[in-house]
């Protein structure tokens, strides 16, 4: 151990900070000026610190599954009142369905109509929040059983959530619908009106550039529009609600305040990438070194 | 730690090894902290006001252990786990570590209350400088409620953080008067 003595060690420590204000400067202009190297020391420390979040989440989960049972247990009569109507309103909807599909069927069976393939997707757990004050995203664990590709699609099992941003060896980050960056193409399926979906950090993201005169009605089921080729025509997003402004937005269907599991699905499509992805390489598409 | 060993064998480098333990304690308990609050538990983000609490706290009552380096390396820390622009982090962590060590010969002889009303201070310089850095950075206004919402964190946090550092803080004084 070097001992140093009592003045030149506070001599040295006064020096110390201007030093590394200036390589806080230095930092903050090589990630303005480098993005795909600090892309990679990012998710290299994501990697790193997967296998830790996993095994932390079990006991994260108990501990929000204890509150979250603690709040049934409180409003118990009312939630059975609750399903018991809803129940009843589903049965119906199912007899609906039911009659629908048959009857789908029947007039596919006449217009030799060619389905979509089912996609495939993946399950993957959430395991950390990798947003920030000013960023919607999560970071969910992967692996080498689990290959996930930019630019793919991540729901809850509800509704849509985001889309994978960035990809490590071991984990990737999913920017979610609500961030301030995201901006999904959507359709009112009343209305067959197309809009973007426009996240505000918020937990509802607004609609913005319908057709004039096709104005969003409350209650309108929000699908996503194939339109760009990013996504999937009709996943299901959300409802429309107008806001305190009379603004519409989206109330989604996904619950991105207790995300932990997500569906990635592989459609296939090779629509448009976050931007600064394009002129990258895929870190999946590259050989190991 | 420092484990026990043979008493007979080197007392020197146990007392040593247990020295490097007490000064290390502070950045590496801040860094696991911060490793913690990234997990997802439904809350707006912790992490900024987690490193924000232990970089204050401990450059104002235990400096030797907080160095510029440390808050420097917490400061990466804080924005390569939050996919934030990098550097915000590092130097809004840098200028309130020079300015506790600057107040500290004030501040560390103040009640608690006191203390937290400094720290409400520097929440919200830190705070705003984050904000006008995200702003710079970005170059598109951040929205102002997450900040709000992080200003409020960031100080209501500090409490709880604070009588738990101070726990360890009085533990290490009392094993150093009897080292």
Same mark, same amino acid.
Request: with cysteine; aromatic share 6%.
């Given at each position: 151990?070097?001992?140093?003595?009592?003045?030149?060690?506070?001599? /040295?420590? $006064?020096?110390?900070?201007? *030093?590394?204000?200036? @390589?806080?400067?230095?930092?903050?202009?090589?990630?303005? &000026? !480098? %993005?795909?190297?600090?892309?990679?020391?990012?998710?290299?420390?994501?990697?790193?610190?997967?296998?830790?979040?996993?095994?932390?989440?079990?006991?994260?989960?108990?501990?929000?599954?204890?509150?979250?049972?603690?709040?049934?247990?409180?409003?118990?009569?009312?939630?059975a009142a609750r399903l018991r109507e809803e129940n009843d309103r589903l049965h119906r909807w199912q007899a609906a369905a039911l009659a629908?599909?048959?009857?789908?069927?029947? /007039?596919? $069976?006449?217009?030799?109509? *060619?389905?979509?393939? @089912?996609?495939?997707?993946?399950?993957?757990?959430?395991? &950390? !929040? %990798?947003?920030?004050?000013?960023?919607?995203?999560?970071?969910?664990?992967?692996?080498?059983?689990?290959?996930?590709?930019?630019?793919?699609?991540?729901?809850?099992?509800?509704?849509?959530?985001?889309?994978?941003?960035?990809?490590?060896?071991?984990?990737?980050?999913?920017?979610?619908?609500?961030?301030?960056?995201?901006?999904?193409?959507?359709?009112?399926?009343?209305?067959?009106?197309?809009?973007?979906?426009?996240?505000?950090?918020?937990? $509802?993201?607004?609609?913005?550039?319908?057709?004039?005169?096709?104005?969003?009605?409350?209650?309108?089921?929000v699908v996503t529009s194939a339109e760009s080729a990013t996504f999937p025509a009709g996943l299901p997003v959300g409802v429309v609600r107008?806001?305190?402004?009379?603004?519409?937005?989206?109330?989604?269907?996904?619950?991105?305040?207790?995300?932990?599991?997500?569906?990635?699905?592989?459609?296939?499509?090779?629509?448009i990438l976050p931007p600064e992805a394009v002129a990258r390489p895929d870190p999946a598409a590259r050989p190991r070194r | 730690m420092a484990?026990?060993?043979?008493?007979?064998?080197?007392?020197?480098?146990?007392?040593?090894?247990?020295?490097?333990?007490?000064?290390?304690?502070?950045?590496?308990?801040?860094?696991?902290?911060?490793?913690?609050?990234?997990?997802?538990?439904?809350?707006?983000?912790?992490?900024?006001?987690?490193?924000?609490?232990?970089?204050?706290?401990?450059?104002?009552?235990?400096?030797?252990?907080?160095?510029?380096?440390?808050?420097?390396?917490?400061?990466?820390?804080?924005?390569?786990?939050?996919?934030?622009?990098?550097?915000?982090?590092?130097?809004?962590?840098?200028?309130?570590?020079?300015?506790?060590?600057?107040?500290?010969?004030?501040?560390?002889?103040?009640?608690?209350?006191?203390?937290?009303?400094?720290?409400?201070?520097?929440?919200?310089?830190?705070?705003?400088?984050?904000?006008?850095?995200?702003?710079?950075?970005?170059?598109?206004?951040?929205?102002?409620?997450?900040?709000?919402?992080?200003?409020?964190?960031?100080?209501?946090?500090?409490?709880?953080?604070?009588?738990?550092?101070?726990?360890?803080?009085?533990?290490?004084?009392?094993?150093?008067?009897?080292?």
């Amino acid at each position: 151990m070097i001992r140093l003595s009592v003045p030149l060690r506070q001599a /040295l420590a $006064r020096l110390s900070v201007p *030093v590394l204000i200036a @390589a806080a400067f230095g930092t903050m202009l090589l990630g303005k &000026a !480098d %993005a795909l190297f600090v892309e990679r020391t990012r998710m290299a420390l994501a990697d790193l610190l997967a296998p830790l979040y996993s095994v932390a989440a079990e006991p994260i989960g108990a501990v929000r599954q204890a509150v979250g049972e603690a709040r049934m247990l409180l409003d118990l009569r009312g939630e059975a009142a609750r399903l018991r109507e809803e129940n009843d309103r589903l049965h119906r909807w199912q007899a609906a369905a039911l009659a629908l599909e048959a009857e789908n069927a029947l /007039l596919r $069976r006449q217009l030799s109509f *060619v389905p979509d393939p @089912a996609p495939q997707f993946r399950t993957a757990r959430v395991v &950390a !929040d %990798a947003g920030g004050t000013y960023a919607r995203a999560v970071l969910i664990s992967t692996g080498p059983f689990l290959q996930v590709q930019k630019g793919q699609v991540a729901l809850d099992e509800r509704g849509l959530a985001g889309r994978v941003t960035e990809v490590g060896a071991r984990s990737a980050r999913i920017l979610l619908v609500t961030d301030m960056n995201s901006r999904i193409p959507v359709v009112l399926e009343g209305s067959r009106a197309r809009a973007i979906m426009v996240g505000t950090n918020g937990a $509802r993201p607004r609609l913005q550039h319908w057709p004039s005169g096709m104005q969003p009605q409350e209650g309108d089921r929000v699908v996503t529009s194939a339109e760009s080729a990013t996504f999937p025509a009709g996943l299901p997003v959300g409802v429309v609600r107008l806001g305190e402004t009379g603004w519409p937005e989206v109330e989604l269907f996904a619950q991105l305040d207790r995300l932990d599991l997500l569906r990635i699905f592989e459609f296939g499509l090779a629509g448009i990438l976050p931007p600064e992805a394009v002129a990258r390489p895929d870190p999946a598409a590259r050989p190991r070194r | 730690m420092a484990r026990k060993g043979r008493p007979a064998s080197a007392p020197g480098l146990l007392a040593r090894l247990d020295a490097l333990a007490r000064s290390a304690a502070p950045s590496v308990t801040t860094v696991a902290a911060m490793i913690l609050a990234a997990a997802p538990v439904g809350l707006p983000s912790l992490l900024p006001a987690v490193s924000l609490a232990g970089v204050f706290f401990w450059s104002l009552f235990r400096p030797a252990s907080m160095p510029a380096p440390a808050a420097f390396g917490i400061g990466l820390l804080q924005d390569l786990l939050g996919f934030a622009p990098l550097g915000i982090g590092v130097l809004t962590l840098l200028l309130v570590h020079a300015a506790a060590l600057r107040l500290r010969r004030v501040l560390a002889k103040q009640s608690f209350l006191l203390v937290w009303l400094a720290y409400c201070g520097f929440a919200v310089l830190a705070v705003g400088l984050g904000y006008t850095l995200q702003a710079l950075l970005g170059w598109q206004a951040p929205p102002t409620v997450p900040a709000i919402a992080q200003l409020g964190l960031t100080i209501g946090i500090y409490p709880p953080l604070a009588w738990l550092m101070a726990r360890g803080h009085r533990a290490m004084q009392r094993a150093e008067a009897l080292a």
